[in-house]
């Protein structure tokens, strides 16, 4: 049976499964929220590196450590990295900066907002900032 998540007897978390089988213990956990939302835009977790992390406060568990997270879907490959608690995103998408993701984040919540809409945009804002077209068109006959 796969769980989303797995408690010792003190209801600590020791397992983040919400996703992938490589966020397998506390160390990982830093990782959890962003894999699963990439997991619900059709991205894979394909690498994950971590190491300890280096700035605090230590609160939850996912505070202890951080890393590179490499993700693989419809855009091709995204990366993206904790290090001092800043949150920064390497894709091929053209339009970061449009989404305020050329440059490290220091709120995971807006970061993770962010990329979110970023993958859910479907191309650069017309001129105007009027509505994206849609992708493609029907023509009558």
Same mark, same amino acid.
């Given at each position: 049976?796969? @769980?989303?998540?797995?408690?010792?007897?003190?209801?600590?978390? @020791?397992?983040? %499964?919400?996703?992938? *089988?490589?966020?397998?213990?506390?160390?990982?956990?830093?990782?959890?929220?962003? #894999?699963?939302?990439?997991? #619900?835009?059709?991205?894979?977790?394909?690498? %994950?590196?971590?190491?300890?992390?280096?700035?605090? /406060?230590? &609160?939850? #568990?996912?505070? *202890?450590? &951080?890393?590179?997270?490499?993700?693989?879907?419809?855009?091709?490959?995204?990366? %993206? &990295?904790?290090?001092?608690?800043?949150?920064?995103?390497?894709?091929?998408?053209?339009?970061?900066?449009?989404?305020?993701?050329?440059? $490290?984040?220091?709120?995971?919540?807006?970061?993770?907002?962010? @990329?979110?809409?970023?993958?859910?945009?479907?191309? /650069?804002?017309? $001129?105007?900032?009027?509505?994206? /077209?849609? /992708? *493609?068109?029907?023509?009558?006959?």
């Amino acid at each position: 049976m796969i @769980v989303a998540g797995e408690y010792d007897r003190a209801m600590r978390h @020791v397992r983040d %499964l919400r996703a992938s *089988f490589l966020l397998d213990g506390p160390e990982t956990f830093w990782a959890g929220e962003e #894999a699963s939302l990439l997991d #619900a835009r059709g991205y894979r977790l394909a690498s %994950l590196e971590t190491d300890p992390a280096s700035v605090g /406060p230590f &609160e939850y #568990a996912g505070d *202890f450590n &951080e890393g590179r997270a490499t993700f693989v879907g419809a855009k091709g490959e995204i990366v %993206l &990295e904790k290090k001092d608690r800043r949150w920064m995103i390497r894709a091929a998408a053209q339009d970061l900066a449009r989404h305020g993701l050329d440059s $490290p984040q220091g709120d995971e919540r807006t970061f993770l907002d962010a @990329v979110s809409g970023c993958l859910l945009s479907s191309g /650069p804002a017309p $001129p105007g900032g009027a509505a994206a /077209p849609p /992708p *493609f068109t029907v023509q009558g006959s």
